[in-house]
């Protein structure tokens, strides 16, 4: 297992109880999010430590700050991330793509630091926005991911829920 974490991540105490109960039910998880921007609709199914649940993602959750990742999933993002076609923290929780069991751990036992300003961030004054109809497919593009995202996470939580944890 690997624990990732990015510079402007917080780390609760409660960290270590969680980490614990995930490893206790690694059959559960290939890659686990520990933090996140976005709540995901989480379905929660199995606790992993007192007051915290892995659960199922229905929707988008955003943020890398803070994940767990077994060999299984690190193997298939060697050979599925490269070449970059799209930020990666867009496309490694897509459990579907990589045929992993993606899940997060809610409430989140990592934070972000909303102390340290981000580098990532337009220039005061710069305008990144095209005009409407140049975004039309990326608006596509989110309308169908989100529509995987929804089925593969409904597929996951009737799995969860039946007690099936295929490897």
Same mark, same amino acid.
């Given at each position: 297992f690997t624990l990732i974490l990015e510079d402007d991540v917080l780390l609760h105490d409660s960290l270590p109880a969680v980490l614990h109960g995930l490893m206790q039910h690694a059959e559960r998880w290939d890659m686990? *999010? =520990?933090?996140? !921007?976005? /709540?995901?609709?989480?379905q929660p199914v199995l606790q992993v430590a007192p007051g915290y649940r892995l659960? !199922?993602?229905? /929707?988008?959750? &955003?943020? /890398? /700050?803070?994940?767990?990742?077994n060999r299984r999933a690190a193997q298939?993002?060697?050979?599925g991330l490269l070449p970059m076609q799209l930020p990666y923290d867009h496309v490694? $929780?897509?459990?579907?793509?990589? $045929? =992993? *069991? !993606?899940?997060?751990? &809610?409430? &989140?036992?990592?934070?972000? $630091?909303d102390q340290i300003a981000s580098t990532i961030a337009a220039p005061p004054g710069a305008s990144r926005k095209f005009h409407w109809s140049r975004r039309l497919p990326a608006f596509a593009y989110r =309308?169908?991911?989100?529509?995987?995202?929804?089925?593969y996470g409904l597929a996951s939580l009737v799995r969860e829920r039946l007690g099936w944890y295929p490897r």
């Open positions: 686990v *999010k =520990l933090s996140a !921007v976005h /709540s995901g609709t989480p659960a !199922v993602m229905l /929707s988008r959750c &955003t943020g /890398s /700050s803070a994940y767990l990742v298939a993002y060697v050979e490694f $929780d897509q459990g579907w793509r990589f $045929d =992993l *069991k !993606v899940r997060l751990v &809610t409430p &989140t036992p990592c934070g972000h $630091d =309308l169908g991911n989100e529509g995987q995202r929804l089925m």
